[in-house]
Each structure stands twice: as C-alpha cells, then as structure tokens.
C-alpha cells in the first residue's frame, strides 16, 4: 500500500502539505457527506487516516519509503525467478501468527509467543509487521489476555499505548472509549486491592499522567488521597482530596474520608 498515493501527495511532500492532504481528503470521504454509500466512505476514510499516521510520525514514514523501495527492486525481479510461496518465517510471520492465536482465543501461545519476540524489551512495536488497524487489535488483545492471567500491570501497560496512539493526533478511534474504562478500573478498582500501598502511590501517579477525562482523574485522585492517608502522608491527602474536588465536585463516596482529614463539610458533596 502506497501511503502518498492515498494523500496524493508526492513522496517529498512536507508535513504542512501533508496535513492539508489528509484534512481534504477527510472532508471529502467521511461517512456523513457519503451516506448512500457509507460502507465505501468509511473504508477510504480508515485509509487517509492510516496514511496520515504513518507519514506524519518520522519514524514510520522512514520504514514506509524502505518498504517502497524494497517494493520498487522487487518489481524488476521476473515472475518466473520469484518463489510460488514465500517461506512464512521472520517476525513479521510471527507477529501474524501471535494476531492469530488471539483471535482464535488461545491466550496462553499468545502471551508465550508476545514474549518471546519482545525478549529483553520492555515493550515490542507491533506496527512494522502489522497494519495500524490489526496491531491496535493484538495489542488490545493481548492487554485482556494478561489481564485474564492477572498480571495487570503487563495489561495496563498494552491499554496504555493503545490509548496513548489513538489519543494522539486526528484519527478513527477504535477502542479508545473501551480502553479508557478499563484503565481506570483497573487503576481505581484492581490496584488498589493488590498492590502495596507504596506502589499503589506511583501507579496512581502514572495514571494522572495519561490525559483521562477530570472525572476519571478525580475518581484517582481520590484514590490516591485514600492510599497517602493509609502510608501516613496526611498532607499530601488533604491535598489529593482537594483537588478530585475540584476537578469533579459531584465526586461519591468522599464524605468519611474528607472527616479524617478535616475538610470543610461545605467543600464536600452531599
């Protein structure tokens, strides 16, 4: 697939020609100026915004053009010298096979299989062998499946870059509303009952770091309020406390906590 075909632009384009590009092509193929053919807008809608993402981030656009390239040699190469069937092997087999076993619900192969190529990483960039579509699934994917096993930091970290690739920029969301949700469980809900207190304390401050909505981010800092009270740090759960107050007045379930630390009744909601 041919990213600059689809923006039609030229492979020297700049960022600012290519940010028009997508802007007017987006324009011209959303879904609600092609509604007697939505099915069709809404695939070349998928397309400009892929394309976008990938030529506006230096990185990918650089990987793009190699493959072009290779892509390009490939074309002077006789269908007579070329194999038949290309042998499956390499990463890029690999990370087919890992978005194959999620999809058929083998969670266990998967999670071996993720590790494995990840080795001694701490993360493992999916894209290069996937589309941006099918990588933000087997991310997804993966994030259930060590959630599932448990292992909710391994989890939280997958449903972070998620959110974090489809927050930045303008795109089509396609889990953002469902990752957000179980990244403040999981934060607000699971944590807390399994981490030691001290740890719970830097989750929750990585977590208001992500950008959430004020509501998710006053329900953390609630929590966080709760577990700096529980280490002896008073002042900094008065200051927590406050402050979830602030972002979301109506924030349940403050009442006793706002008496141990002697807020003013009026500051807090009925």
């Known amino acids: 697939m041919n990213y600059y075909s689809i923006l039609q632009v030229e492979r020297e384009a700049g960022a600012p020609e290519i940010k028009r590009a997508f802007r007017r092509l987006l324009k011209r193929y959303h879904p609600d100026r092609n509604r007697s053919n939505a099915a069709w807008a809404e695939q070349r809608t998928r397309e400009i915004v892929e394309a976008y993402h990938v030529l506006s981030d230096e990185r990918r656009r650089k990987y793009h053009d190699q493959q072009l390239r290779i892509g390009a040699l490939g074309a002077f190469v006789s269908v007579a010298d070329a194999p038949a069937h290309p042998p499956m ?15 058929r619900g083998n969670t266990a192969a998967a999670v071996d299989l993720y590790e494995a190529l990840r080795g001694d990483r701490e993360s493992f960039d999916l894209y290069p062998y996937l589309s941006l579509k099918d990588h933000l699934d087997c991310k997804f994917l993966l994030g259930e499946a060590y959630e599932q096993q448990g292992r909710l930091e391994d989890a939280l970290c997958l449903y972070e870059e998620v959110y974090r690739e ?14 957000q949700e179980r ?16 740890d719970a304390v830097v989750h929750f401050q990585h977590a208001l770091k992500l950008g959430l909505p004020a509501r998710d981010r006053a329900e953390i800092r609630k929590r966080l309020a709760e577990t700096l009270l529980k280490v002896g740090d008073r002042e900094g759960a008065q200051r927590e406390l406050l402050e979830a107050l602030k972002l979301h007045p109506g924030i349940k379930g403050v009442q006793r906590l706002a008496s141990r630390l002697g807020i003013q009744a009026q500051a807090v909601p009925s």
Do not use: M, S, W
Not at 89 to 103: E, H, K, M, P, S
């Open 89 to 103: 092997n390499g990463t890029a087999a690999r990370c087919r096979q890992l978005f194959d076993y999620l999809l």
């Open 183 to 198: 990244i403040v469980t999981i934060y607000c809900q699971h944590l807390p009952r399994t981490a030691a207190p001290q």
């Open 166 to 179: 489809e927050l930045e920029g303008p795109r089509l969301r396609y889990f953002f509303d469902e990752v």
